[in-house]
C-alpha cells in the first residue's frame, strides 16, 4: 500500500498496519506482551529515555501493539499524534492530570456523559474552577470565558439527551482567545465526524465504543489534531521544549498522565480494538440507518412522550447535525408517557438488552436516571432535562424490521 497515495476512511484503517513494517508478514500487527524493551547498546537506552530518538522504555509508556492503534486513531482523526489510555475517563483524566493547575479555569457543556460530569465535580475541589454551561449556544461558552480559562471542553452529541453544542462557532472562539478546545468525539465517532474540521485542538475517543464496536475491550485515546498553537499554552514544562512547540502538548502529557498516572492500554485489549476499529465505518452505516428507523417509530407512537435524537427534525439542533455529521449516529432516547413503567417496558423487550455500554453490535438500553445518573441526584438531573422515565439506546446491527417491532411490542404488551 503506497503512503503517498490517498485512500477512503476504510481502506486507509484496514491497511495502516502495514504502512511501517510488521513482523512475518503479518496482516495485523502481533500482540507484543513484553513489559520491558532492551538495547544493545547502552548508549541507544540513554537515548531513548532522553528522546533523542523513537524507542520503547517500559510498558507503561509505551507497547509497539499500543503504538500501532495510535497509528489507526490517528489517522482517523486526521491528526498529528495519539495517545491510547486503558480507558475513555482516563483519556479525560489525563488531560486534566498533564495540563491543569490550581487556579486554573475550565468551561464545559453541561450536557455530559455522567462520569465526566463526575470529574469535573472531582477538579473543582482540587482548586481548577470549571463552569458548566449550555454549549448549544456559543454565547453562554463566550460569557463564562475568564483570563484564566485554559481549555473549552464538549461533547459532539451529548449522551444521553443528545444536544449538539455549536462545535464550529466554539471553534472559533476559541482560536480568536488563544484557547484550547477539547473535542469528545464518542457519541459520533471519527467516521461520521472529525472534530479538526471545527478547530480542535484535542480529540478524546472513548475506544470501548463505536471505534472497537463489540463490547470485548475498554480503552480511550487523545488524538493531537495539530490546530493548537502550544507555544500559547502557559503550562508546558521546559524540559518539555526541547522539540518543536507542536509536539510540545503530547510529550506532557504522555510523561505527566500516562507515565506518572499509569492508566496504560494493554497489548491485548488494543489488538482487540484494532481488529474492531476495521469494521466501524460498515457498522455505523447500518447502525445510523436503525437509529433513525426506531426514533421515527418512536415519535409516531402517542404512548411515548419525547424522543431525542439529532436524525429527527423534531430535534433542536437537527440542522446542525446534517451540516456537521455524515450521519446522526447510534444514540437516542425517549420518555415515556405517565402511568408507563419504565422498568415494566423494558422487561418487555425481547431484542434490545438491558446494559450499560455504548457502541456495541447489540441494542443495548438503560433507564437513565435509576442508574448512570442516579449518583448525581434528582436537582441535577433535572437542571439537565432527565426525565425520570427516560431510557438510552445504543443501537445496534439487528435487522432493521426485527428492532423497530421488539420496541412497538414491548408498547403494545403493556
Given amino acids: 500500500m503506497s503512503a503517498q497515495k490517498t485512500y477512503g476512511f476504510t481502506t486507509t484503517i484496514l491497511h495502516s498496519d502495514r504502512q511501517k513494517p510488521i513482523e512475518h508478514g503479518s496482516l495485523h500487527k502481533p500482540i507484543h506482551t513484553s513489559v520491558t524493551f532492551a538495547y544493545e547498546d547502552a548508549r541507544q537506552l540513554a537515548e531513548v529515555f532522553q528522546g533523542r530518538q523513537p ?80 454549549a448549544t449556544d456559543v454565547a453562554a461558552v463566550e460569557a463564562a470565558l475568564t483570563p484564566a480559562t485554559r481549555m473549552v471542553f464538549v461533547e459532539t452529541i451529548a449522551n444521553p439527551r443528545t444536544q449538539i453544542a455549536d462545535l464550529k462557532a466554539i471553534g472559533e472562539l476559541c482560536a480568536r482567545r488563544g484557547i484550547l478546545y477539547v473535542v469528545d468525539n464518542t457519541m459520533t465517532s471519527p467516521y461520521l ?73 494493554g497489548p491485548e485489549a488494543a489488538h482487540h480494538i484494532a481488529v474492531g476499529s476495521e469494521t466501524m465505518a460498515l457498522r455505523q452505516e447500518r447502525e445510523c440507518v436503525n437509529a433513525l428507523a426506531v426514533a421515527q417509530m418512536l415519535e409516531a407512537d402517542p404512548r411515548v412522550a419525547k424522543v431525542y435524537y439529532p436524525g429527527l427534525p423534531s430535534h433542536p439542533q437537527h440542522g446542525r447535525a446534517r451540516e456537521l455529521f455524515r450521519a446522526c449516529g447510534s444514540l437516542l432516547s425517549f420518555e415515556l408517557n405517565d402511568g408507563i413503567d419504565c422498568f415494566d417496558y423494558l422487561n418487555r423487550l425481547q431484542l434490545a438488552i438491558p446494559a450499560s455500554n455504548l457502541g456495541d453490535t447489540r441494542t443495548l438500553v438503560i433507564p437513565v436516571a435509576h442508574t448512570i445518573f442516579y449518583e448525581m441526584g434528582a436537582p441535577r438531573r433535572a437542571a439537565m432535562g432527565i426525565a425520570e422515565s427516560l431510557i438510552r439506546v445504543s443501537v445496534g446491527l439487528e435487522d432493521t424490521a426485527d428492532l423497530v417491532e421488539d420496541f412497538r411490542q414491548a408498547l403494545d404488551a403493556g
Wanted: with cysteine; hydrophobic share 40%.
Fill in 55 to 134: 524507542g520503547y522504555r517500559y510498558g507503561r509508556q509505551g507497547n509497539p501493539t499500543v503504538s500501532a492503534l495510535e497509528d489507526k486513531i490517528t489517522k482517523m482523526e486526521n491528526g498529528v499524534a495519539t495517545l491510547c489510555f486503558a480507558t475513555g475517563m482516563a483519556a479525560i483524566g489525563a488531560i486534566v492530570q498533564g495540563l491543569l493547575r490550581a487556579g486554573d479555569h475550565v468551561v464545559s457543556s453541561a450536557f455530559l456523559f455522567g462520569n465526566t460530569n463526575s470529574l469535573w465535580q472531582t477538579v473543582s475541589a482540587q482548586g481548577a474552577a470549571v463552569d458548566m454551561v449550555d
Fill in 193 to 265: 465526524f472529525q472534530p479538526k474540521s471545527v478547530g480542535a485542538g484535542l480529540v478524546v475517543n472513548s475506544l470501548t465504543k463505536s471505534i472497537g464496536g463489540h463490547g470485548n475491550a475498554l480503552g480511550g485515546a487523545l488524538t493531537d489534531t495539530g490546530a493548537y498553537d502550544w507555544a500559547r499554552y502557559p503550562h508546558i514544562a521546559e524540559n518539555y521544549k526541547r522539540n518543536p512547540s507542536a509536539q510540545w502538548g503530547v510529550a506532557q502529557i504522555r510523561a505527566k498522565a500516562l507515565r506518572d498516572f499509569g492508566a496504560s492500554l
